[in-house]
Every structure is written in structure tokens, then in C-alpha cells.
């Protein structure tokens, strides 16, 4: 299968439940130490509903909130995550993996006592040469909606291989 051809591909599905101790959590370990993301009053006080989560919560999230017997369908229909694949396959000549950019749009606030569902895909694949070397950018997108299926949150990654 060449490169191109993992464009559009699904990466995986879930969902995950907003809670209250891990987003909290999250805040602590980023040191963020505003009250909204730890006390609900807090959190009312500023004009939320409940504790909203801090940035970049959903890229830690299939950790935080995730129950096994909540999952959906698989969309990869159990061939897992293409971007592995394609990491194990450009790895076979050695280089390096780096951690690229990494974009957050919000769509909503999302908030402790809500379900987020997540679906993601490759969205591109390109090379670009430096100093003799190829650099391969795999660019992922995850789309996090609430249970009415409206967008709540964009995260978009990408991952770059710096051959040998």
C-alpha cells in the first residue's frame, strides 16, 4: 500500500465520560491551579455549568474517562490504527519520530458529566527533504462530539519520520 493510499483511513473511535477527578487531575499534572477546572462552584461562579476541561485534555483522554464496555464499533474493523503500521514500516530503515504540531479548535466548552464520542483519521501524508534526509509528515485528526452530535472539539497532530 503506498503512502497516499492511508488518506481518509480511520484511526479509531470512543468515548469518553468527563470526569470530574481526572480533569482535575489532568489540571494538577499541567500545573494549572485555577479553581474552574477543580471546584464546581468555582466553575459556576465563572459561568460554567460544571468544570470545564483545561486545553489539551483530549489528547491525554483515551486514558482519562474511557470504560471498556462503552466503546463503539470499531471503525478500523480490528486492522487498529494505520499510523502505526505506517511508523513500523518507515522505522524498517531507521531515523527518528518526532511529535509535530498539535492544534485544539473548540467548538464548545466541554464540561465534567457530559460523554464526548471521538472518531479519527489521516488526514495527509506528504515528504518533504532537508539536509539530504527525508522527512515524511503524517497528519491526524480526531473530531470529539457531544450526544447530540454536534462538534465540540477538532484536535488535529501530526507525527514526522526523519529517515537515516
Known sequence: ?????????????????L????VSRFARAV????PVYHNKNAAQDAGFDNCPLPPTWTFASEFLGVWPEDKPTDPTNGAGNPLMKII?????SGG?????????RYHQVPQCGETLHWEGKITDIYTKESKGKTMTFIVMEN???NSKGEPVITEIFNLIHRGA
Not at 470526569?19 to 481526572?22: A, L, M, N, T, Y
Not at 500545573?31 to 485555577?34: A, G, L, Q, Y
Not at 513500523?88 to 524498517?92: A, D, R, T
Not at 527518528?96 to 485544539?104: D, P, T, W
Open 143 to 145: 473530531e470529539f462530539t
Open 88 to 92: 513500523g514500516n518507515l522505522m524498517k
Open 31 to 34: 500545573t494549572d491551579e485555577n
Open 1 to 17: 500500500m503506498e503512502l497516499k493510499d492511508y488518506i481518509g483511513k480511520p484511526s479509531g473511535a470512543g468515548n469518553i465520560h
Open 96 to 104: 527518528l519520530i518526532l511529535h509535530g504540531e498539535q492544534e485544539f
Open 19 to 22: 470526569e470530574r477527578g481526572s
